[in-house]
């Protein structure tokens, strides 16, 4: 299916100017290999990565460079090079070229294409982390995404000039993928998700969801009554918007969120380690019900009926996983969210725990009998920051989740005051 999607497709390659350039020749391969046809773009910055004759090679047709080369122009002018595809690739797309694209600059080839295309155009960024965060580049997504221009990427991971972070250029096979999604979404009409804005693009989030089972004896346990269902739903948000999101997740009976890694624990100790594990992330959502107790001293054998019924079961603490990542030192996630499922006084009491506890925003919801939150799939939520407390209507826990994922964004976003605390620090 998706093979075919590229068949006979005319796919103009704008080649920008970063290291990532030299993917955008095994971009050309896989396009090829799948069928379409690719004529390319090479920007003055983008020679200085990759040779015009390594990019002809592949592509066996001229590389497209200036604007004012008169045998271009005779034999396909500029415009008719940008409306003569089916789509506009631009991989590596710099934020230089985010910009011009963003304000209508049209000084060379590749700017002029992308203003005078009428075609879809899909961008593939890649940059340094700071200049991705930057605030103007951002805005600059902001502004294209709602031009309607589709993103694939940037990811995180360790960057050519020594830093960490989102600016990575999504993979070829990822962009290859995404390009196919263009094709398949314009027959069906409907974006895939994989191509809608991705605020948290580049942003690695891990949700803690569902009960967690504390041995007795080998078949027996003492659990609570949490379905995972909202973890579950915070998940599938985060990663629809783009982060990369896993879930470490206690037994429950749900099928894995789309395109979530999915860890499966029993025990808090199994949950606290495997989350451990997953560190350093920017976000930790710990929805998970963990239980307050586990058994002290498991039995290794099944308690026989026959023995009559233990007489006491001694119990001890577990940890406390929330409480653990706040108080970390070197890996805490750069915000930390809880939940708070209480009874009676719910923002009070949930005020009180993200004091205690340490953590950034805290969730609070009433789970008294009769509100059917416990196992429903409706969820009435006070979302507890700093300095607020944002009353939310009865929504569904899908609805619950993405607002909590457009919150997370927001927080990100570069207008909001965390944000420039977070560039502040790193002047220092
Ligand atoms: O203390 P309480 O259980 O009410 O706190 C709820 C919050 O703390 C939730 O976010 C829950 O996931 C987290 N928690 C935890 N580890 C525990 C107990 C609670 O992470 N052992």
């Given at each position: ?275 451990q594990?997953?560190l350093p ?42 409480k653990t990542i706040s108080h970390m030192k070197k890996k805490r996630p750069k915000?930390v ?21 340490k ?66 620090s790193?002047?220092?």
């Open positions: 299916m998706a093979f075919q999607a590229l068949l006979g497709k005319r796919v103009l390659l704008v080649i920008g100017g970063g290291i990532a350039a030299y993917k955008a020749l095994e971009l050309i391969r896989l396009l090829q290999k799948a069928g379409a046809k690719v004529r390319a773009i090479l920007t003055q910055a983008g020679a200085q990565f990759v040779t015009p004759l390594s990019v002809s090679s592949l592509t066996q047709d001229q590389v497209y460079r200036d604007l004012f080369d008169l045998t271009s122009e005779a034999e396909m002018g500029h415009i008719q090079l940008s409306r003569d595809a089916d789509l506009v690739v631009v991989a590596p797309a710099t934020a230089d070229l985010m910009a011009k694209a963003t304000h209508g600059l049209a000084n060379d080839l590749a700017s002029t294409t992308l203003l005078a295309t009428d075609k879809r155009v899909l961008m593939a960024p890649a940059m340094n982390v700071r200049m991705w965060e930057h605030a103007t580049t951002q805005r600059n997504l902001k502004q294209l995404s709602k031009d309607g221009v589709l993103f694939v990427g940037p990811d995180a991971g360790d960057m050519a000039c020594g830093e960490y972070g989102p600016g990575r250029m999504a993979e070829p096979a990822a962009i290859l993928a995404a390009i196919e999604d263009c094709f398949a979404s314009e027959s069906s009409g409907v974006l895939p998700a994989s191509l809608a804005p991705q605020p948290l693009a580049g942003r690695k989030i891990l949700i803690t969801a569902g009960p967690t089972h504390e041995p007795i004896d080998p078949v027996r346990y003492i659990a609570n009554r949490s379905s995972g269902k909202q973890g579950y739903a915070i998940a599938a948000a985060m990663s629809e918007l783009g982060a990369e999101t896993v879930l470490i997740s206690g037994p429950v009976q749900l099928p894995n969120p789309v395109g979530v890694k999915v860890v499966r624990v029993e025990t808090a100790e199994e949950m606290l380690k495997a989350t594990k997953q992330v920017d976000v930790a959502i710990c929805a998970a019900a963990v239980a307050d107790w586990k058994v002290d001293r498991q039995s290794d054998q099944k308690l026989k009926k026959s023995k009559g019924a233990p007489t006491q079961l001694s119990l001890t603490e577990n940890p406390d996983i929330l915000l969210i809880g939940f708070a499922a209480e009874t009676e006084d719910v923002v009070k009491h949930a005020q009180e725990k993200r004091a205690r506890k953590c950034d925003w805290i969730v609070a919801n009433d789970v008294s009998p009769g509100t059917g939150i416990m196992g429903g799939d409706h969820n009435t939520v006070h979302v507890i920051t700093e300095d607020n407390v944002d009353d939310w209507p009865s929504l569904s826990k899908e609805k619950v989740a993405k607002k909590l994922g457009e919150k997370i964004a927001a927080h990100f976003a570069p207008s909001s005051k965390a944000k420039k605390d977070r560039v502040e790193v002047r220092v």
